[in-house]
């Protein structure tokens, strides 16, 4: 594993670490957080973590190099999600699968998935455990509206989307959960770190 370490700065007051994949993003900056190091927020992404809100840069350089890819991440918080497996793709997935219906709610509901980062909305999380022989591709054409609390896949990915908005995931079914509660500490049910179980109803 390759890491582009102590990192480069993004403006005056942030730094910008680049690492292999989504879940050295999620191991560097849990790591980080429990120092704790002088950054307002820690953001992991796809393959980086930016630090943002940073009074001395070189000194976190200097911190940030303490850490190690095989740094091990500690297990979060387990969080089950109850799911009506009733999505419009569904079938599709199954498909793509080999199995039938049942088969794909038995596969989706008996991996444990770990919330990698944040997404496009506040309170959707990129959910990483999906393997790589189940990946499945986004639609060719986004759908204009895609309702909230649904459950979907897109390549290794699952996630829920906690408001109603456009896209292109696969969706396999709804959920009632509330995925962003600003009245709620924290507001994201699924911050990263968080494990997440799926439960058919």
Excluded: N
Excluded at 152 to 173: D, H, K, M
């Amino acid at each position: 594993m390759t890491v582009s370490l102590p990192g480069r700065p993004v403006g005056r007051r942030a730094l910008l670490v680049e690492v292999d994949d989504a879940h050295a993003a999620l191991s560097l900056a849990t790591w980080a957080r429990a120092l704790p190091v002088s950054a307002a927020e820690v953001v992991p992404a796809a393959a980086s973590v930016l630090f943002d809100g940073v009074d001395d840069l070189e000194g976190l350089r200097a911190r940030l190099a303490g850490w190690s890819p095989t740094e091990r991440l500690a297990p979060g918080d387990l969080v089950e999600i109850a799911v009506a497996y009733d999505g419009p793709d569904l079938a599709t997935v199954a498909e793509a699968w080999g199995t039938d219906t049942d088969g794909v709610v038995a596969r989706h509901t008996g991996v444990e998935y770990v919330a990698a980062f944040g997404g496009f909305a506040p309170g959707f999380a990129y959910l990483e455990g999906l393997p790589a022989e189940l990946a499945v591709p986004r639609l060719d054409s986004p759908r204009a509206r895609v309702p909230t609390g649904s459950v979907a896949l897109a390549g290794t990915w699952c996630g829920v989307y906690p408001r109603a908005s456009p896209g292109g995931w696969r969706i396999l079914g709804t959920t009632g959960a509330v995925l962003w509660d600003q009245d709620r500490e924290p507001p994201a049910l699924l911050p990263p770190g968080t494990r997440v179980r799926f439960v058919a109803l």
